[in-house]
Each structure stands twice: as C-alpha cells, then as structure tokens.
T-cell receptor
Framework: SAVISQKPSRDICQRGTSLTIQCQVD?????MFWYRQQPGQSLTLIAT?????????ESGFVIDKFPISRPNLTFSTLTVSNMSPEDSSIYLC?????????????FGSGTRLTVV | KQEVTQIPAALSVPEGENLVLNCSFT??????LQWFRQDPGKGLTSLLL?????REQTSGRLNASLDKSSGRSTLYIAASQPGDSATYLC?????????FGKGTRLHILP
C-alpha cells in the first residue's frame, strides 16, 4: 500500500499565525484528501485536492482559511490560516490506494495542532 | 446520504477476552468497507478492507465480517491485549469520499 509522510507531527502555535502541513506520498495518486478531527470527534473532510486544479472544499470550509496546494501527483500541503484556539485539532491527509475498490484508503500519521 | 453508526461508543474489557465491535450503515450500495485503528493523537492505520463480494476478512487476531443486505459489519478481536487499546473506526465509500463512524474507544485492562 501507499506510504504517506506527513509533517509536522505536532505543533503549538500562537493565535493569528498560520501553519502549513505537508504530505508526501511514495507513489503517484490522483486525489488527495485533507481531514480535520476535533477533540473527541470523528473525521471531517475539509477538501479534495487534484493535481493541476483547484481543491474542492466541503461545506463549512473555505479556501481563504484552508488554502491547499497540489503541485504534483505525490505531494500536497494544507495551510491553516489566521489560527484561533478553535482550530486545535488533528489534521490528516489521505489517498486512495491504487484503486479504492480493492485497497481502500491510506492515511498519514496526522498533525496534532494546538493553538494558544 | 450515507450514515455510519458504531456501537458501543466505548468499551473496557479485561485482557484475554474476545470482543466484537459493531458498525452499521444506511446505504447498502457500497463496494467495500474498511476498518481502521487510531491511537491517541495519531493518524489512522488500516486494519482490514472487505470488498462487497466478500463476507469476511481475517488478519491475525482480527476478523471482520460484512452483511451488505442488513447494512452491518463486525470487527472481532480475539484474545485481546493491552496493546489493542485504541479507537476503532469503520468507513464506507460514498462517491469519491469515505464516510466514517464516530468510532469505538477500546480499553483493554491488564
């Protein structure tokens, strides 16, 4: 299965600042997904990122707050902008693994963000 | 719209017991179901994927079953160990996305 390297694993940030999270995949993938997991909650999809096009955001998430880059088929970044304590969450990237029918989805190791 | 429910929300059992985690979904038109494990503050690790044509999948002490017609899946953990303590999530596809349950938080008592 695909292997995803996600960085940073955790960070503590001041409110009003921005943090960029990176995900590097060891194989080319069409779609990458970014999720947020608030404390005690399940995963919520933020956006889907395809290479060469604008990311598609889910309801309640906007590009100004969560800009995403997808410069090639193995890499993506998510920026959490102008952070507030409410942004404290685990952020995860995910990819479809060589055809999700058989292999499903693979996730990065997560970024634990605390905003103070 | 697909909805996924996991019961129980939390479970504590003594080490060595066999246990069953339950997952139900509202739309049976799925092509697979995936079980994940999440340790606190970490990402998700895929445990088992069952394709719609399969009834069960096994990996070590884990066995997952799927009954599409009733919209249910179970994850059976045999001879539980303290290292099995984690949150277990099931997920089913919907279009290009996957829909998660809220998970079962499992605590194995030494």
């Amino acid at each position: 299965s695909a292997v995803i390297s996600q960085k940073p694993s955790r960070d503590i940030c001041q409110r009003g600042t921005s943090l960029t999270i990176q995900c590097q995949v060891d194989s080319q993938v069409t779609m990458m997904f970014w999720y947020r997991q608030q404390p005690g909650q399940s995963l919520t999809l933020i956006a889907t990122a395809n290479q060469g096009s604008e990311a598609t955001y889910e309801s309640g998430f906007v590009i100004d707050k969560f800009p995403i880059s997808r410069p090639n088929l193995t890499f993506s970044t998510l920026t959490v902008s102008n952070m507030s304590p409410e942004d404290s969450s685990i952020y995860l990237c995910s990819v479809e693994d060589r055809g999700s029918y058989i292999y499903g989805y693979t996730f990065g190791s997560g970024t634990r963000l605390t905003v103070v | 719209k697909q909805e996924v429910t996991q019961i129980p929300a939390a479970l504590s059992v003594p080490e060595g017991e066999n246990l069953v985690l339950n997952c139900s979904f509202t739309d049976s038109a799925i092509y697979n179901l995936q079980w994940f494990r999440q340790d606190p503050g970490k990402g998700l690790t895929s445990l088992l994927l069952i394709q719609s044509s399969q009834r069960e999948q096994t990996s070590g002490r884990l066995n997952a079953s799927l009954d599409k017609s009733s919209g249910r899946s179970t994850l059976y953990i045999a001879a539980s160990q303290p290292g099995d303590s984690a949150t277990y999530l099931c997920a089913v596809p919907e279009g290009d996305k996957i829909i998660f349950g809220k998970g079962t938080r499992l605590h194995i008592l030494p």
